[in-house]
Nanobody, 122 residues
């Protein structure tokens, strides 16, 4: 069975940092594309960052220069380093995986984690 488990969320002040982790089982992060999405109450879920099996990355304009996606193949874990956090970054953050890059960066398909809450206070 495929399982994605996010951790690392919490409450931080504006300007602070958090690192989210996505621990995968049943799939290899080195052989799949991985992504991070977020969803605030009453808003649509949006792509934050993605990394391909080859290491290519993609970021939303709103987080470019502040967030970094990476993976540790030995730990089968994907990370999202979030710096210079803003109140508008407040959301539930979800990990996503699929063998296809196109599936990870668009639409509801693929495997999803349960989400972790990030709250940024002003």
């Amino acid at each position: 069975q495929v399982q994605l488990v996010e951790s690392g969320g919490g409450l931080v002040q504006a300007g602070g940092s958090l690192r989210l982790s996505c621990a995968a089982s049943g799939i290899s992060v080195s052989m799949n594309s991985m992504g991070w999405y977020r969803q605030a109450p009453g808003k649509q879920r949006e792509l934050v960052a993605a990394i391909s099996s080859g290491g290519s990355t993609n970021y939303a304009d709103s987080v470019k220069g502040r967030f970094t996606i990476s993976r540790d193949n030995a730990k089968n874990t994907v990370y999202l380093q979030m710096n210079s956090l803003k109140p508008e970054d407040t959301a539930v953050y979800y990990c996503k995986s699929d063998a296809r890059w196109r599936t990870v960066v668009s639409g509801p398909l693929g495997y999803w984690g349960q989400g972790t809450q990030v709250t940024v206070s002003s």
